[in-house]
């Protein structure tokens, strides 16, 4: 209770957006990305997707393709749910390749923090056993900051961890 309590008041009043994607069909899949590798920045992603494969995660230093499942939804949790969480739960890496006959759609809606909210460690899950991982950082600053840096795997919120 108290995890949920704080997570709606970390997040405050929510933004939400939704982005449609059409990747058309390529002739050469293997030169060309749909998107380049990155973790979403908010909190949680809901993606619906076609009957094309093409987004993949990353695990263990590999590329997965997930499977398209019918009327189902794919979670993805963001950054900011790694910050939240005290790096219990991980941002996922992932990526879109395109196919070289089918074209493919699908769509994103972002769940993300107001940016005027202060992003930090939930209490209940700090302690002298488990200090926090990550400094409080301005939802707005760390949106500046990954499109600054450009989504490239998660050299954004990896340059947060406090060593």
């Known amino acids: 209770m108290a995890c949920h309590h704080s997570f709606l008041q970390a997040v405050g009043e929510p933004s939400q957006n939704i982005v449609i994607n059409y990747y058309p069909p390529c002739p050469q899949p293997d030169l060309t990305l749909g998107l380049q590798s990155h973790s979403d920045m908010g909190a949680i992603t809901l993606l619906l997707q076609d009957d094309v494969a093409g987004l993949q995660c ?10 398209p499942i019918p009327e189902a939804f794919v979670v993805n949790l963001g950054d900011m749910c790694q910050i939240l969480t005290n790096d219990i739960y991980k941002s996922v890496e992932h990526r879109v390749v395109v196919n070289g006959q089918r074209s493919r759609y699908s769509v994103a809606t972002f769940y993300d923090p107001a940016k005027t909210m202060l992003i930090k460690p939930a209490e209940p899950l700090v302690d002298k056993d488990r200090p926090a991982q990550f400094p409080s950082i301005l939802y707005g600053d760390h949106v500046a900051m990954w499109y600054s840096k450009g989504p490239d795997g998660k050299k954004t919120i990896d340059s947060l961890v406090i060593e």
């Not at 990353?58 to 499977?67: G, L, S, V």
């Open 58 to 67: 990353m695990k263990n230093n590999e590329w997965f393709t997930i499977q």
